[in-house]
């Protein structure tokens, strides 16, 4: 008879440790947390017009809600578009994003406390195109099987597209430095583009 009772008793401590963990697990994983993530903003301009202020490219931004939730929405990549055709210019060809009152997508539970910048003045003006030269900047050495005899890009100038502003006061770009030691024998190797400023971009794409 005792030792039915102690298999009892040791049962039961048993259960009561199993669901107390449960129940720790259980407020852990549902406890509301602050956390922090930045976001990337993608902006929509009138046709023919692009940004010519430092827009932000990202955004960070407090959130708050449970734990659980909260990893699988770290886990994701988060994007905003904001599409300025849908705002009204605070002046002429100037818009107030306010981005802590942004209709972002959250899962249940979660709900934006802040962001840094709470808001931005962005600007825009007429967007032009124009072609400008480039120059290949080199790095490493070649392997010693091979001799490096002369060096060309495919393209002299590249189609630039930007703010008028911006465009207006550039005469050539770089290369990101090409690494000699990639060179094969048929002596090809692709090359990227240096842009100075996330306001330009490489209006046709083309190959370098």
Do not use: C, H
Not at 126 to 137: G, S, Y
């Amino acid at each position: 008879m005792y030792k039915k009772k102690k298999i009892k008793k040791s049962y039961l401590r048993v259960i009561s440790v199993f669901f107390s963990f449960m129940l720790w697990i259980y407020v852990v994983s549902f406890e509301n947390v602050v956390f922090e993530n930045s976001i990337i903003v993608n902006y929509i301009t009138p046709k023919n017009y692009a940004i010519s202020s430092v827009a932000p490219n990202e955004v960070l931004f407090n959130f708050k809600g449970p734990r659980a939730f909260m990893r699988d929405y770290l886990e994701s990549d988060s994007e905003i578009t904001v599409n300025l055709l849908n705002l009204k210019p605070k002046k002429k060809n100037q818009y107030l994003i306010n981005f802590k009152n942004m209709n972002i997508n959250l899962p249940f539970g979660i709900e934006m406390i802040n962001s840094n910048p709470e808001r931005e003045v962005v600007k825009i003006e007429k967007e032009i195109r124009k072609f400008i030269k480039i120059e290949a900047t080199l790095a490493g050495e070649v392997n010693k099987d091979l001799k490096l005899t002369f060096n060309k890009l495919s393209a002299k100038t590249v189609l630039l597209s930007g703010p008028r502003s911006l465009i207006n006061t550039l005469k050539k770009i770089t290369t990101k430095p090409i690494d000699l030691e990639k060179l094969k024998v048929d002596g090809k190797i692709k090359v990227e583009l240096d842009l100075p400023d996330n306001r330009l971009a490489n209006a046709d794409q083309a190959d370098i």
